[in-house]
């Protein structure tokens, strides 16, 4: 099992920047994969960014070049670098982790990203 815990949300102003960082339960080395996720309020959840364990990376065509995921072994953390931020990007960002063996799907409770105009 992992248990993950996300921290950095808070209220921005449009055009400011936070660092979100999700610090796992236990090592992130062999995780098949990190993200995150986001929900705005009537929306479905959608991916924001995920990184591979072979440092791959993936972002939705609304966080590119605007946003950067990276990892931190040593830390058992994965952040997400925001920048650029709009009124759309509010929401709550949620931290998932993907492993192969055992094969599992896990999810943080989430941290609240609202962006002011």
């Known amino acids: 099992q992992v248990l993950l815990v996300e921290s950095g949300g808070g209220l921005v102003q449009a055009g400011g920047s936070l660092r979100l960082s999700c610090t796992a339960s236990?090592?992130?080395?062999?995780?098949?994969?990190m993200g995150w996720y986001r929900q705005a309020p009537g929306k479905q959840r959608e991916l924001v960014a995920a990184?591979?364990?072979?440092?791959?990376?993936n972002y939705a065509d609304s966080a590119k070049g605007r946003f950067t995921i990276s990892r931190d072994n040593a830390k058992n953390t994965v952040y997400l670098q925001m920048n650029s931020l709009k009124p759309e990007d509010t929401a709550v960002y949620h931290c998932?982790?993907?492993?192969?063996?055992?094969?599992?799907?896990?999810w943080g409770k989430g941290t609240l990203v609202t962006v002011s105009s």
């Open positions: 990184m591979s364990s072979g440092d791959k990376t």
């Open positions: 236990r090592s992130i080395f062999s995780i098949e994969s």
């Open positions: 998932n982790a993907v492993t192969a063996w055992p094969p599992g799907d896990y």
